[in-house]
């Protein structure tokens, strides 16, 4: 089991930045993949960014070009640069690793990013 710790949410303005912050309780390298998912009030939870275990990338249509997903492999710890924010990104955003054969995904408490008009 991975135990992820976030911070980095909070309250900014439509055009700011937010920087999301995942740090893992052991090394994100023997981690399947790593990723950032949110989910709006009244909405099913979707995947945002992943980052591979290799270091390849992917995004949701949605944040293509306005978010990064990166790592620091010294600090086990995964963020995510989020820029041009609509009220449309407003959302409880969590972190989640995928590990072992099972696949198995361990979720962090989430962090809430609320982008006003």
Not at 7 to 18: A, I, K, R
Not at 40 to 66: C, F, L, P
Request: aromatic content about 8%.
């Amino acid at each position: 089991q991975v135990r992820l710790v976030e911070s980095g949410g909070g309250l900014v303005q439509t055009g700011g930045s937010l920087r999301l912050s995942c740090t893992a309780s052991r090394s994100i390298l023997s981690i399947n993949h790593m990723g950032w998912y949110r989910q709006a009030h009244g909405k099913q939870r979707e995947m945002v960014a992943i980052i591979t275990n290799g270091g390849g990338r992917d995004y949701a249509d949605s944040v293509k070009g306005r978010f990064t997903i990166s790592r620091d492999i010294f600090k086990n710890t995964v963020y995510l640069q989020m820029n041009s924010l609509k009220p449309e990104d407003t959302a409880a955003y969590y972190c989640g690793a995928e590990r072992g054969a099972t696949r198995d995904i361990d979720w962090g408490q989430g962090t809430q990013v609320t982008v006003s008009s």
